[in-house]
C-alpha cells in the first residue's frame, strides 16, 4: 500500500447529504470545515439540534475511506467522493479501526481528533436504495458494525487538499471508536 493520503476535499454549505467535491477546503480551529453546513461548537447536524443544540459539536468533519467507494461500486452501487456527506476521502488509513482521540495530520497544517463512528442515518438509503445494508451490518456476536466513516474536531487550522498526506498519531491508550 502506498503513502497515506487524502484523495478528495468535499463540503456543502447546506443541510443536503451529498457534498461538492472542491480543489481545497479549509478547517478552522474548534469549528470544522469553513462554508459547510456543519461548521460550529455546537451540534449542527438536523437530528442533533432538535434533540439538544447546545451539546458540544464532535461531528464538524466526516472522513471516509476511498477503498469504501471502491467497494460499494464492485457491489453495483454508484458512488463517489463527496456524495455519502464526507468532507475528506482518504486512501492507506484504516480510519474504521483508529482508536478514539488519534489525530489526524493532514497536508502541512491541519490535525483533527477523531471523536468516533458516523451513524449512517435512513438518508443513506434515500440516496442509494440498499445502500443502508452495506455500511451497516452485524458481526458473528450479533453486534453492530458501521462502516460509514469517521467523525472528527478541528484541533488545528489549515488547507486540504487531495494529494495531501494523512499522518496519524494514536493516543497512548486505546479505546475503540463508538458512534458520535
Do not use: W
Not at 472522513?63 to 471502491?70: N, R
Not at 488509513?93 to 488519534?102: E, N
Not at 451513524?119 to 452495506?134: D, K, S, T, V, W
Amino acid at each position: 500500500m502506498g503513502e497515506a493520503c487524502v484523495t478528495a476535499v468535499s463540503r456543502g454549505p447546506e443541510h443536503t447529504f451529498s457534498k461538492g467535491c472542491e480543489p481545497a477546503i479549509r478547517l478552522l480551529e474548534g469549528l470544522g470545515v469553513e462554508g459547510d453546513a456543519h461548521l460550529g461548537v455546537t451540534v449542527r447536524h438536523r437530528s442533533r439540534v432538535a434533540r439538544d443544540l447546545s451539546r458540544p459539536n464532535l461531528r464538524q468533519v466526516h472522513l471516509i475511506h476511498a477503498e469504501l467507494h471502491e467497494e460499494l461500486r464492485a457491489a453495483g452501487f454508484s458512488v463517489g467522493a463527496g456524495e455519502l456527506g464526507e468532507n475528506v476521502t482518504t486512501r492507506g488509513v484504516d480510519l474504521l479501526g483508529l482508536p478514539q482521540g488519534a489525530l489526524l495530520r493532514l497536508g502541512e497544517e491541519a490535525v483533527v481528533r477523531v471523536t468516533g463512528l458516523r451513524n449512517p442515518c435512513a438518508q443513506i438509503e434515500a440516496f442509494r436504495p440498499g445502500l443502508l445494508a452495506r455500511v451497516v451490518g452485524r458481526d458473528g456476536e450479533g453486534r453492530v458494525v458501521r462502516r460509514a466513516g469517521v467523525m472528527g474536531v478541528v484541533v488545528a487550522g489549515g488547507l486540504v487538499r487531495a494529494g495531501d498526506r494523512v499522518v496519524v498519531e494514536s493516543p497512548p491508550l486505546y479505546r475503540a471508536l463508538g458512534p458520535v
